[in-house]
T-cell receptor
Framework: GESVGLHLPTLSVQEGDNSIINCAYS??????FIWYKQESGKGPQFIID?????DKRQGQRVTVLLNKTVKHLSLQIAATQPGDSAVYFC????????????FGTGTRLQVML | SQTIHQWPATLVQPVGSPLSLECTVE??????LYWYRQAAGRGLQLLFY??????ISSEVPQNLSASRPQDRQFILSSKKLLLSDSGFYLC??????????????FGPGTRLTVL
């Protein structure tokens, strides 16, 4: 089946630096992508989304970039803070009756003080 | 605003015992509802989804079942738990728009350990 995966399982960054988390997807028909943040023992928390008709979207300290040519998605976090430490998942959605998400395996972001 | 609740937060059950996990959503009507399982250090696997009362779709064959007795209530059950049923169970909801492009919002999860 189609899959969504992440290039790096763990990313360590210094506090204050920018973080970039990458994701590859394989279903060229997917038209909606989401980034989630999951802290230990908690449910995933929505961070930012992007539709396939866009290539960039910005939120507060976060930016998502979509490159449909190479089926690549990235999440950029500016001025990374200790509270950003978590596992980050990208997910793609198949259009249909229900919004069925396909998740990647996740990248753990460790922020060093 | 919408909120999603799950209980219990943690559960330890012996092999062969029954299971009932409950999920409720507040602040929205007619949502899509989902059950996921997450193994330690892994991604999320979709187990069931529902687009309405009594309407359940199963994504993978397993020892579990789901029911939706009310619009904003979603229940995950098993008659006899297996060791492999251990995991972190997450409920999620999304707006029922039919566009297939609606964000899913997750509950706090239930940690199930089968011994």
């Amino acid at each position: 089946g189609e899959s969504v995966g992440l290039h790096l399982p763990t990313l360590s960054v210094q506090e204050g630096d920018n973080s970039i988390i990458n994701c590859a997807y394989s279903n060229s028909a997917s038209d909606y992508f989401i980034w989630y943040k999951q802290e230990s023992g908690k449910g995933p928390q929505f961070i930012i989304d992007i539709r396939s008709n866009m290539d960039k979207r910005q939120g507060q300290r976060v930016t998502v970039l979509l490159n449909k040519t190479v089926k690549h998605l990235s999440l950029q976090i500016a001025a990374t803070q200790p509270g950003d430490s978590a596992v980050y998942f990208c997910a793609e959605i198949y259009t249909g009756t229900a919004s069925k998400l396909t998740f990647g395996t996740g990248t753990r972001l460790q922020v060093m003080l | 605003s919408q909120t999603i609740h799950q209980w219990p937060a943690t559960l330890v059950q012996p092999v062969g015992s029954p299971l009932s996990l409950e999920c409720t959503v507040e602040g929205t009507s007619n949502p899509n509802l989902y059950w996921y399982r997450q193994a330690a250090g892994r991604g999320l696997q979709l187990l069931f989804y529902s687009v309405g009362i009594g309407q359940i779709s199963s994504e993978v064959p397993q020892n579990l079942s789901a029911s939706r007795p009310q619009d904003r209530q979603f229940i995950l059950s098993s008659k006899k738990l297996l060791l492999s049923d251990s995991g972190f169970y997450l409920c999620a909801w999304s707006a029922l728009s039919g566009r297939g492009t609606d964000t899913q919002y997750f509950g706090p999860g239930t940690r199930l350990t089968v011994l």
